[in-house]
């Protein structure tokens, strides 16, 4: 199996924040389960990024219906980091080195 990159953001709704991974057409047969494999990649985000301080980004830059990039992440099936290019929208690259 091969590790996968997924693009990652935050899309604000009137209600809620809401996690919004894209997957790429030819990802690797190893996914599965479309659901764990979108917790793995949050959970891989938040590994990376302070979530307060992107919440707190995200609330303070963008409407609601809109989405925040936060970028990319490589996983392996197993739910390995590979490596990531992850930022807090708007926000200073060091806060989203940890």
Not at 54 to 68: I, K, M, N, P, Q
């Amino acid at each position: 199996m091969c590790a996968d990159t997924f693009g990652v953001g935050i899309h604000l709704t009137e209600a809620e924040f809401r996690v919004v991974v894209g997957v790429p057409s030819d990802v690797d047969s190893g996914w599965t389960d479309p659901e764990e494999f979108q917790s793995l990649v949050a959970d891989a985000v938040w590994e990376q990024l302070d979530r307060q301080s992107v919440l707190e980004s995200v609330a303070d830059r963008f409407r609601t219906g809109e989405t925040a990039t936060l970028g990319t992440v490589t996983l392996e099936p197993d739910g390995t980091v590979v490596s990531h290019d992850l930022e807090i929208p708007g926000g200073d690259q060091s806060d989203a080195e940890r």
